[in-house]
């Protein structure tokens, strides 16, 4: 164990931390990327492989057999003098909501593609979410070495889909099965990884290859020109020496990446093991430390405050995944400001208590060193927080602070969950109690009808994943119900000037309100109806029209405050009930028995009624789905697809494989991935990504 002293000088600086995450589409190499940085880095002397099951960050059992990451792992690696903290997110549109709480952290990340399908479905809506929170990227076009892998149209395919500005700094060495290295267009240098199938040998660094020269020396000019365009600085040295130097080319990239007016662009083949080094030296050069980033904001007591990265500030950390285990809990977190010790006591902003930190871990996914404190900057895992979830703010007791949490998605699946036996009902409730403490995005109810126990999640997948974990973690026998799926309600067709008197009287100060309402349908501008997780944010709004001051300011909150009470069950079959317009037309009060309750339960009663009078439809949840199937099944697909309601949007043909898009009711889906692997004898894969709603046929389905 180093000294106190030691530890602290060596986390005092950190511009040398970079805190980065992976993200990518399901399958496009980012485990094994992840994996072969560790390799690398010299944290691991054994590359593992995601189709042995012997990688690091998939260590959970489930993740190796299904050869996919379903939880965001962290790992503690060391590059170049630099510590880097490394999350490998979930590619998995069902488990996308792991991803966002893990930017939500991060400072950086490498997207990861892959070079024969370019830009994915989901790679797309990781990288709009990645916008979302200002996340710095830089991009990996991984797989060179695949038959069809063509660095360029990967490019083309993000400047089309992804940023205006991709900038390749490397130029491969041979394509396909000859690929073996890259040319640095900054340096000048070529990197050949030598014959050893895994590149083991590492790189070897030297001149650019003669018959590369000429095409070298082009692209280094593009790349100038695409960054003059974009830099002041190097536009500037552009003009006057019409060339940009090394130096100023290299730091115009670290400030393009910063602002995300540019994304650096870097190719290679983890499988191989050709590029990592590349890969790190860019991480290092071109994504910011935690003090390059702008200070957290968070709140306190309604106002906003700032909290700099300074190890020597108040403490604020965000916790952003719960381990629960059988032995104990671990809290993974940020920390923003401050330092923390072991043994310190902690403000939980969230649930009001303060906690103390046992101890804290520097992490490699499922092995952990100890370590004595952690400081602004750092990731880190604790042991000894009871209360904290995903999306808690911790703080120095002496200086609370808020920091806002990840938003969670609104489920869209349900499935009825039960134990096999009576005798393990409780057990059950114990274990989903703790899977929703580890995943926010999991909603467990009872239903009041059915009395039946409700598990809901963001997709068939995430559910049969959750379920089988308290099988494995617990051996409990669970049986579950068919899936289904979060019915909306909205308005077609409203009705104007609905008249609705509460009055109530029975012995001490009575209840009056009247009101009158207009419901209208709400026109939603993207297609859907509302946004994409069918929340009513979008899908209610709520207006005044009283004049002359009948209906008091703060009753026509009451007003629109019972409106939104009664938007919980719609009439055709107590489904949450969006896109409408509700307007206050006109009201009247009582000088005596008007209050706020009365006029909350007007509001709830008259929008009630004025639904029943409404022409309604119902809404079901709606998803884009891209299957990638070959040539010869793409009728088949087409014919299944159809079955289901699809709506086909698009297809095209790619490398001897088709790529069907279609937008299909997510209820229809159940059970798609087998029927499309035996419709493709086990060659066909398919992706979603949630739409929103749409209007579902006429029969109301069972509730």
């Known amino acids: 164990m180093r000294t106190e002293l030691h530890l602290q000088q060596h986390h005092h600086d950190n511009r040398a931390v970079r805190n980065l995450g992976i993200l990518a589409h399901v399958d496009a190499g980012k485990t094994t990327v992840t994996e072969r940085i560790l390799y690398a880095t010299g944290t691991t002397h054994k590359r593992g492989e995601v189709h042995d099951g012997t990688t690091v960050t998939d260590f959970d059992p489930q993740e190796r057999d299904r050869g996919i990451t379903i939880f965001a792992a962290a790992v503690t690696c060391d590059w170049d003098g630099h510590r880097i903290n490394l999350i490998d997110t979930p590619g998995h549109v069902d488990f996308s909501d792991e991803v966002v709480r893990s930017l939500r952290v991060l400072d950086g990340a490498v997207a990861v593609f892959d070079a024969v399908a370019g830009v994915e479905p989901q790679s797309e809506s990781v990288w709009r979410q990645a916008d979302r929170f200002g996340v710095p990227r830089i991009a990996f076009v991984n797989k ?44 000048m240098r070529a990197w050949i990884w030598a014959d050893g199938r895994d590149g083991t ?60 007016d540019g994304v650096v662009v870097l190719c290679g083949s983890a499988y191989r093991n050709r590029g990592i080094e590349p890969l790190l030296d860019a991480v290092v050069a071109y994504l910011p430390s935690p003090l390059d980033v702008p200070a957290v904001r968070g709140t306190l007591d309604g106002t906003q405050q700032e909290r700099a990265a300074d190890p020597a500030a108040p403490f604020a950390a965000l916790a952003f995944k719960v381990n629960a285990t059988a032995t104990g809990r671990l809290t993974y977190l940020r920390v923003y400001s401050g330092t923390i010790r072991k043994g310190e006591a902690v403000w939980d902003a969230g649930a009001g208590r303060t906690e103390r930190v046992g101890r804290i871990l520097r992490v490699r996914a499922d092995r952990h060193a100890q370590v004595e404190l952690a400081v602004a900057g750092d990731i880190v895992a604790v042991v000894g927080l009871k209360s904290a979830r995903a999306g808690s703010t911790l703080c120095a007791p002496g200086a609370p602070l808020v920091l806002e949490p990840p938003a969670t998605a609104d489920p869209v699946v349900s499935v009825a969950v039960e134990a096999g036996a009576n005798a393990d009902t409780d057990r059950l409730v114990t274990a989903l109690a703790r899977l929703v403490e580890e995943d926010p995005s999991l909603v467990v109810r009872t239903d009041g009808e059915t009395g039946q126990t409700v598990l809901s999640g963001l997709g068939e997948l995430h559910l049969e994943v959750a379920v089988e974990k308290i099988r494995r973690a617990q051996g409990l026998d669970v049986r579950v119900g068919r899936p289904r799926v979060a019915y909306r309600e909205t308005v077609v067709r409203g009705v104007a000037g609905l008249v609705h008197r509460h009055v109530k009287q029975d012995g001490g100060a009575g209840q009056f309100a009247q009101v009158v309402l207009d419901v209208e349908p709400l026109e939603v501008t993207d297609g859907g109806v509302g946004d994409q997780s069918g929340g009513s944010a979008t899908g209610f709004e709520f207006r005044s029209a009283v004049v002359g001051g009948r209906v008091p300011q703060e009753y026509v909150r009451a007003v629109e405050a019972g409106c939104r009470d009664a938007l919980g069950e719609g009439p055709l079959g107590g489904h949450p009930v969006t896109g409408l317009r509700v ?10 028995d008007s209050s706020e309750t009365a006029f909350r339960t007007a509001g709830r009663n008259a929008l009630r009624e004025a639904l029943r009078a409404s022409a309604m439809a119902l809404l079901e949840p709606v998803v884009e789905v891209t299957v990638t ?10 014919g299944d697809l159809a079955a289901r309601r699809g ?36 060659r066909g894969v398919f992706t979603t990504r949630p739409t929103g709603y749409a209007p579902a046929p006429a029969p109301t389905p069972a509730r």
């Open 144 to 187: 060179l070495d695949r038959a069809g892998a063509d660095l360029d149209s990967a490019v083309a395919s993000i400047r089309e889909r992804l940023h205006p500005a991709p900038l390749v700094v490397q130029l491969p060495i041979g394509s396909e099965d000859r690929f073996e290295g890259v040319v640095d267009l900054l340096r």
């Open 201 to 260: 040998e590492g790189a070897v660094e030297g001149p650019v290859p003669e018959a590369l020269r000429a095409e070298a020396e082009r692209r280094r000019r593009v790349l100038e020109e695409a960054v003059a365009e974009l830099h002041p600085g190097a536009l500037e040295e552009f003009c006057t020496r019409s060339t940009v130097s090394t130096d100023t080319l290299a730091g115009a990239l670290r400030d393009l990446t910063r602002t995300g």
């Open 583 to 592: 307007v206050l037309r006109d009201g009247a009060t009582h000088v005596k």
């Open 629 to 638: 199937a070959p040539e010869e099944a793409v009728g088949a697909v087409l």
């Open 647 to 682: 709506r086909v949007t698009g297809s095209t043909a790619r490398a001897g494989a088709a790529v069907v898009t279609a937008t299909v009711p997510l209820a229809e889906l159940f059970g798609y991935a087998t029927r499309l692997r035996s419709r493709t004898q086990g």
